[in-house]
Structure formats: structure tokens, C-alpha cells
Nanobody
Framework: QVQLQQSGPGLVKPSQTLSLTCTVSGGSITTNYHYWNWIRQSPEKGLEWLGAGTYTGGTYYSPSVKSRTSISRDTSKNQFTLQLSSVTPEDTAVYYC??????????????WGQGIQVTVTS
């Protein structure tokens, strides 16, 4: 059974960098053909896809946050990490990591982390 465990701070100050980690168990982040996504949800914006890392180490980002976002991975720890810089109160949301299986029928997110409420406040 694949499990995604998120970790990171729940409070971040404006202008700082938000950093969240997703540790995967029960499966490898290098397994074909999974994508490892970061998604957030807020009352104002609903569900918002931020970006993803691929099983080969590639990355994709939403244009809305691309200039501030970095997704990296540590294959030795089976983890992937989101960094969002220059945060503002508008970045307050519940942040999720999720596995995507593009070959599934139907394709989509099949495993999710537990979610972390991140609040940007001074």
C-alpha cells in the first residue's frame, strides 16, 4: 500500500520560503510512469495544481507560481520537496502531495498525503 506522509511548518512569515516534504512508502518515486504532484486548496481559489516531479526527475510547474516554485527529490530517502519562495498571505492554503498515474483508467491522482495547513502571517 502506497502512503504519502507530508512534513513541514504550518506557519510561514511573509517573504520567506515555504518548504514541504512528502515521504513516500510502499513504492518508489522512480517507478515508471508516476508523477509526484503538489496541490493546494483554499476557500478563495479552490484546488490549485502547483507542479509535479516526474519519475525521471523532470519537473513541471503551474505558470501562476513557476517563478517562485521549485520541486526537488531525494531518491535515497524516497522523498520529494516543494519550495515556494516570497510567500504572501495569498499563499495560505492546505497543501497536499499526490501521486498521479497517467496510465490508469481513468488517469488521475490515486494516492494523497494527509495535507498540511500552511498559514502565511507575520
Amino acid at each position: 500500500q502506497v502512503q504519502l506522509q507530508q512534513s513541514g511548518p504550518g506557519l510561514v512569515k511573509p517573504s520567506q520560503t515555504l518548504s514541504l516534504t512528502c515521504t513516500v512508502s510502499g513504492g518508489s518515486i522512480t517507478t515508471n510512469y508516476h508523477y509526484w504532484n503538489w496541490i493546494r486548496q483554499s476557500p478563495e481559489k479552490g484546488l490549485e495544481w502547483l507542479g509535479a516531479g516526474t519519475y525521471t526527475g523532470g519537473t513541471y510547474y503551474s505558470p501562476s507560481v513557476k517563478s517562485r516554485t521549485s520541486i526537488s527529490r531525494d531518491t535515497s530517502k524516497n522523498q520529494f520537496t516543494l519550495q515556494l519562495s516570497s510567500v504572501t498571505p495569498e499563499d495560505t492554503a492546505v497543501y497536499y502531495c499526490a501521486r498521479e498515474d497517467p496510465l490508469a483508467t481513468p488517469p488521475g491522482y490515486d494516492y494523497w498525503g494527509q495535507g498540511i495547513q500552511v498559514t502565511v502571517t507575520s
